[in-house]
């Protein structure tokens, strides 16, 4: 999820200097919850091949394993919310960090292959709260002039967890002598990698006792001294607190709660608009882009790669990615939202076609020839920095923006929960697939990335520069 930087319009409310480093600490702590979804969501790519060969599975059951969290994922996503009104966003974050730290320890030491895919569930659901409580607590705690830059802290971070994961990968390949199934602390090697994120997630819960409730959840449960103190925390003294309670009590009544039914209408069950925002959300998964986030090692495996290279390539590929996402949240205000898409959209199709290209070459000694390979790398790059810089910023900030008020909450509800559906359905599809005809699977990828182009021409409307009032 992201939000992008927007710069402080007139009349805005600051926070003060001396509160402004205090804010900045509040939104790192709550987009440690970010941190962790992109940890836990990559960290699996480091196991992939060691679970394959410690349970003797096919690829069929290794791609349930690998995909199941997904399901877990799209659980606590759409119940995260619901959570929070109840018990809170600060609760909701300690419940998150238990399941991260649970669901770490299950999957480090596993003793079938069934609980593995459970504690698997586990972390999905812990991730599928975070996406949605990060965004929108820090949403709710920052000051307005600032709700922009603090927002996107969520997506950085989650870039930034991925790359982490990749490299104490790399890092504990190395130590266990380049063998996933090779020794470290009396463990596998690739059990130590999923037991690693046992310290985020215990730093995320340490960190969830040092940030305040959001001002609004203490307003909706009548506590408004306290939600004062937080706002004077947040916003500085020279807030007039008591209108600043007002203006949260005011849109907190107005707010129209969006239910399924409201997304009816036309001749085809859901709202024009709605499957508009089903097709961003499919087009932005049917690309294969968690195939490199879940599979890379594996991929570069397959044709010849050593491991331990293998996990670096997949280690500078996340680097790629955490660059590609910074030029989007410096752009995707500048030159709008659907030219960053198509410019997206081409270079995405033009990597992996190259890709298709590459891999559709005869392996030699098990490997792909040498021109074939280099190609291959430079092409995954470009088309994880093609993806990054486009539709991973892009596509939420359009489901964010596009939908009309009356809509908005239950739209995106649906547009999430298409985003998680056709993620599972690449990520447990890739491995089958990748047996079948690896180059064939790729050529898949580039038709997607092909069609999101007319997709984005015909049906896509800009929203830069409106006001989500403007929405229709």
């Not at 009548?222 to 004062?228: H, S």
């Not at 996340?318 to 030029?327: D, F, K, P």
């Not at 410019?343 to 995405?348: N, Q, R, T």
């Amino acid at each position: 999820m992201t939000s992008t930087a927007q710069a402080p319009q007139s009349g805005a409310r600051t926070a003060h200097p001396e509160h402004l480093g205090h804010v900045i600490f509040i939104a790192a702590a709550a987009a440690m919850g970010g941190f962790l979804f992109g940890y836990d969501s990559s960290v699996i790519n480091g196991a992939v091949e060691a679970i394959r060969g410690r349970y003797d599975i096919g690829s069929a059951a290794l791609a349930q394993v690998i995909a199941i969290a997904l399901i877990g994922c799209a659980i606590g996503a759409a119940t995260a919310g619901r959570i929070a009104d109840r018990i809170g966003r600060i609760r909701c974050m300690q419940i998150a960090a238990v399941l991260f730290t649970i669901s770490a320890v299950g999957s480090a030491l596993p003793f079938a292959l069934w609980d593995l895919a459970f504690w698997r569930i586990v972390g999905g659901f812990a991730i599928g709260m975070a996406s949605v409580i990060g965004p929108a607590y820090i949403a709710e705690v920052a000051p307005p002039a600032y709700r922009g830059r603090l927002g996107s802290f969520q997506q950085a971070a989650i870039v930034v967890g991925i790359a982490i994961s990749q490299l104490v990968n790399w890092g504990l390949l190395n130590a266990a002598g380049g063998n996933q199934r090779g020794h470290l602390m009396g463990l596998e090697a690739w059990q130590v990698m999923l037991g690693v994120m046992v310290v985020p997630a215990v730093l995320y819960g340490l960190l969830s006792f040092a940030i305040p409730e959001s001002p609004r959840f203490l307003i909706s449960v009548g506590k408004r001294e306290r939600a004062k103190e937080i706002l004077t925390e947040v916003e500085g003294q020279g807030a007039d607190l008591d209108a600043r309670v007002a203006e949260i009590e005011h849109a907190m009544k107005s707010e129209h709660k969006s239910t399924f039914k409201d997304l009816l209408g036309g001749g085809f069950f859901f709202k024009p608009i709605v499957w508009i925002g089903i097709g961003l959300s499919v087009f932005q998964q049917f690309v294969g882009i968690n195939v490199a986030f879940y599979y890379s090692s594996t991929l570069w495996q397959s044709v010849g790669v050593d491991p331990t290279d293998s996990f670096f390539y997949s280690f500078t590929t996340s680097i790629i990615n955490i660059i590609g996402t910074v030029i989007a949240m410096i752009f995707v205000d500048r030159i709008g939202r659907k030219p960053l898409a198509l410019i997206g959209s081409v270079g995405m199709a033009v990597g992996l076609a190259l890709e298709a290209w590459a891999f559709s070459s005869h392996l030699v000694d098990g490997k792909l020839p040498a021109t074939q390979g280099w190609v291959a790398l430079i092409a995954a790059h470009v088309f994880v920095l093609f993806f990054a810089l486009s539709w991973g910023v892009v596509v939420w900030v359009f489901l964010g923006e596009m939908f009309p008020n009356k809509i908005r909450a239950a739209a995106l509800g649906v547009a999430a929960s298409a985003q998680w559906i056709a993620n599972w359905a690449i990520t447990a599809s890739f491995p089958s697939l990748a047996d079948w005809n690896l180059s064939g699977t790729y050529v898949i990828y580039t038709i997607f990335a092909a069609l999101s182009i007319p997709f984005v021409l015909k049906f896509v409307k800009e929203t830069k520069g409106k006001a989500l009032e403007e929405m229709g």
